[in-house]
């Protein structure tokens, strides 16, 4: 989802690194600690025995929390098309297209995966709370179409663990090993 132009970011003032927004930089480590409680929540709440109060709390959070970020992804690529983003370093063609593919996929794996997690809990006679406000039903009980959106949301999730750690590993690999200051673009000091 590479689509925005680049244009002047930012600079730092005590270093002349560009950077990018503040809004950017602020939506980016919102959602990045949004997802991975997400996941989380995700991943402890699947294990939770059915019928227990508390595990209908956590699944109504998951699914609020869910949505918002959902918004706040789709805020992002406006602000991004907007602001643009600062010029990556200088680094060898291979890295650029691994960049480029990894955070592609993200914002993928963010659009599908609350798609999917609300597309499946249409199917179900419980419906969707937003914050504790009933959405609209908009469609009906059904086990089996519940189980296919359940499926992908399930898949995602684990397609997405994958990509926060490659995300994360590669800003390290530019950090420790490159020390070429990538990082220092999506920073918030």
């Known amino acids: 989802m590479n ?19 503040s809004a950017q930089i602020a939506l980016h480590w919102v959602i990045g600690l949004a997802i991975i409680a997400m996941l989380g929540i995700g991943l402890y709440m699947v294990g939770l025995p059915k019928g227990l109060a508390f ?19 789709l805020i992002r690529i406006v602000v991004r098309q907007v602001a643009g983003r600062p010029p990556l370093p200088p680094m060898q063609a291979w890295q650029r297209a691994a960049a480029s593919m990894t955070q592609g996929l993200l914002y993928v794996a963010m659009i599908v995966m609350p798609l999917t997690g609300y597309l499946g809990s249409s199917f179900n006679k419980f419906g969707t709370r937003f914050w504790g406000i009933p959405l609209p039903m908009w469609a009906w009980d059904d086990p089996g179409l519940r189980k296919i959106f359940f499926t992908v949301h399930t898949a995602c999730a684990w397609v997405l663990i994958a ?20 990082m220092e673009r999506m920073l918030p000091w």
């Open 55 to 73: 595990k209908s709390s956590l699944i109504n959070f998951h699914k609020s929390l869910g949505m918002t970020v959902f918004l706040l992804v």
């Open 3 to 21: 689509i925005a132009r680049s244009s002047p970011a930012p600079l730092n003032a005590s270093a002349g690194v560009p950077r990018f927004s």
């Open 163 to 182: 990509l926060i750690v490659l995300h994360v590993a590669g800003a390290l690999k530019h950090q420790l090993i490159d020390r070429d200051r990538l």
